[in-house]
């Protein structure tokens, strides 16, 4: 081997870290959409129920806060991430991952009953946890929130 060729494999190899690099970083930042979903249906009862809280600004304001773990216990964005991307500092630990309720083409297609039923009573074999201390007005404004970081 030359010197000449020496060199040209050296610089390769640099540019195929940074191509590796590269890759993986544009693996962290964009969360899939549409996400695949392989989480348990809620019962029948639930799926028919419509959300029963009217929207407005107030209760999103309100469900922010839940959201955030600003109001009541740990919240969702510690695992959902704070944009709700799915994204959150917990993210990475857990397989399935966090739902990214930004992706529209993704909640669009789940009904309201089964979101709240999933807030109230989590997703089995997930870490997905559920949240008996909401109250059932607090888990419909969530519902609200999640659809409204969808668009
Ligand atoms: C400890 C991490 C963690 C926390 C905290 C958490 N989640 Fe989740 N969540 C998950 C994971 C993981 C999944 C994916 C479960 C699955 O694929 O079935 C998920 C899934 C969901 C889903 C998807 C339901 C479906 O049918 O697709 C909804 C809705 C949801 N979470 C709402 C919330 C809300 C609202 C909060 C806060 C009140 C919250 N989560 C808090 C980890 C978490």
Redesign the pocket.
């Known amino acids: 081997m030359d010197g000449n060729s020496g060199v040209i494999m050296s610089i390769g190899r640099i540019l195929l870290l940074f191509v590796l690099i590269g890759s993986w970083q544009l693996a962290m930042a964009d969360p899939q959409c549409p996400q695949p979903?392989?989480?348990?249906?809620?019962p029948e009862d639930f799926l028919k129920m419509e959300n029963p809280v009217p929207l407005n600004r107030a209760v999103l304001r309100e469900a922010k806060k839940?959201?955030l773990g600003k109001a009541e216990?740990?919240?969702?964005?510690?695992?959902?991430g704070s944009k709700g991307d799915?994204r959150?500092p917990?993210?990475d630990s857990?397989?399935?991952?966090?739902?990214n309720?930004t992706c529209a083409r993704?909640?669009n297609d789940?009904a309201d009953g089964?979101?709240f039923?999933?807030?109230r009573y989590?997703?089995?074999?997930?870490?997905?946890?559920g949240?008996p201390q909401?109250r059932d007005t607090q888990?419909w404004q969530?519902?609200h929130?999640?659809r409204h970081l969808a668009r």
Not at 37 to 42: E, L, N, S, V
Not at 73 to 80: L, N, T, Y
């Open positions: 979903r392989f989480t348990g249906a809620a839940i959201y216990g740990q919240g969702c964005a510690i695992c959902h799915g959150g917990l993210a857990f397989d399935p991952p966090p739902r309720f993704t909640i789940i089964q979101l039923w999933i807030v989590g997703s089995p074999d997930t870490s997905m946890p949240h909401l888990i969530l519902v929130y999640l």
